[in-house]
């Protein structure tokens, strides 16, 4: 259900998935934070911390709910959009700084073909990103791509000032379509883990199995950036 209306004081709370009171994702707060004076310059701190730190990479062997804990984010250190939305997400909230899950469904052109290949799509359904809530109003930041994947992509990296939205472009630097936002999924507290993977399996049947469990996209040995650079070259 969508919790658009959850006050800014639930959105604090560590949960299954945002365990933003677990020591991994404490300690990660507490360094990047540090010296901030003020928790505009501490979220857009955290903002640059998880998108430049943690790598993106849409290849994952398995959708296994631990995957999707900020915690377990931290220790594997490259993941795809809604982990890294979940470890802004909780990071914040270990700040002081109210924060939540948005998701939508976006056709993206941000993808090599092998990926488009694997899911038979352009359409990444659930994609998540985070709302911060700053100077009374919720803010959405969209953490997804490192620095280094953009330069190869040839796209322009979304900065965050904590002032003003951060969600994808539309077009990138050559004037070629980037990202389209094509359905609205929702607000949440946490990870709506069932809903996200009845998504899945009504988008991407083939990566289920037989019994209904998620076989993953690609390996744990494929690297998202490298394949990038190759087909950028």
Known sequence: ?????ASPGKCLRSTRFIDSDHPSV???????VAGASSERERAVRLFYAVRDRIRYDPYVPDASPDRFKASTTLQ?????????????TASARAAGIPARLHFADVRNHLATRRLLELLKSDVFVFHGYTELWLDESWLKATPTFNLSLCEKFGVRPLEFDGRSDAIFHAFDRSG?????YVRDRGVYTDLPFDAVLRAYRAAYPHLFDGRGYSVGVGTSND???????????
Do not use: Q
């Not at 259900?1 to 209306?5: N, S």
């Not at 594997?76 to 802004?88: R, S, V």
């Not at 070629?176 to 389209?180: A, I, L």
């Open 76 to 88: 594997i250190g490259a993941t795809f959009c809604i982990p890294k939305a979940i470890l802004l």
């Open 26 to 32: 404490t300690s990660f707060t507490e360094s990047v």
């Open 223 to 233: 690297d998202f950036e490298a394949e990038a650079a190759r087909e950028t070259d």
């Open 176 to 180: 070629k379509r980037h990202m389209e």
């Open 1 to 5: 259900m969508d919790e658009r209306e």
